[in-house]
């Protein structure tokens, strides 16, 4: 069974810096592209950043790109997003997502999502 | 980017009804659209990829159609667990994947 748990949502100040991790389960990071998808409060879904199956390439909205690091640890088997230089307009809950199909980003639709954890960036 | 709008933002039906759902795209994303479904404090769900397609273990009541720049999504007979947020995803111009701004389908 394939599982997504996220991790590493706090509250930050404005500046801040945090690092979300997703544990998963159920099959390998290196069969499927990830990506990280954002739900701000009120709001629809954003696609944030994706990884393809191999490490590399790597992709992010224009909205976080030079701030968000994406990246994954093969040997736990978990996802990570680097967020630095935090906005109150980053403030949301963050899911991971695997691609439907292969380990190429533009795979591009999202079939097993985690619960989600919550970043809230204030001062 | 893409701009994908969706109508209705809410539509309130009674369970049995036939819900219509519309996604807009501002170009042409092909074939390449997908619909999601969202329940609060859950993860979202893919129920219809390539316009048409459905997801894995999604009921038949669940379909998909359209290209270009005009997408619908029917649910032909409303259960009780369909209530939830509708969201619309294209991945043909990208980065970004862009979703839409989501459609409430709601208890009348």
Redo the contacts between chains.
């Keep these: 069974e394939v599982q997504?748990v996220e991790s590493g949502g706090d509250f930050v100040q404005p500046g801040g810096s945090l690092r979300l991790s997703c544990a998963v389960s159920g099959f390998t990071v290196t069969t499927y592209a990830m990506n990280w998808?954002r739900q701000a409060p009120g709001k629809?879904?954003?696609?944030v950043s994706?990884i393809s199956g191999h490490g590399d390439p790597t992709?992010?909205?224009?909205s976080v790109k030079g701030r968000f690091t994406i990246s994954r640890d093969i040997s736990k088997n978990t996802l990570y997003l680097q967020m630095n230089s935090l906005r109150r307009e980053d403030t949301a809950i963050y899911?991971c997502?695997k691609t439907?199909q292969g380990v190429a980003v533009?795979?591009?639709?999202?079939?097993?999502?985690?619960?989600?954890t919550r970043v809230t960036v204030s001062s | 980017e893409i701009v994908l709008t969706q109508s209705p933002a809410t539509l309130s039906l009674s369970p049995g009804e036939r819900a219509t759902l519309s996604c807009r795209a501002s170009q042409s994303v092909s074939h390449y659209l997908a619909w999601y479904q969202h329940k609060p404090g859950q993860a979202p769900r893919l129920l219809i990829y390539d316009a048409s397609y459905r997801a894995p273990g999604v009921p038949d009541r669940f379909s998909g159609s359209g290209s270009g720049t005009d997408f619908t999504l029917t649910i032909s007979s409303l259960e009780p667990e369909d209530f939830a947020v509708y969201y619309c995803q294209q991945r043909n111009h990208w980065p970004p994947f862009t979703f839409g701004p989501g459609t409430k389908v709601d208890i009348k």
Excluded at chain 1, 44 to 47: A, I, R, V
Excluded at chain 1, 59 to 62: G, N, T, V
């Design positions: 997504l998808v629809g879904l954003e696609w994706g992709f992010y909205a224009d899911y997502a439907f533009s795979g591009g639709y999202f079939d097993n999502w985690g619960q989600g």
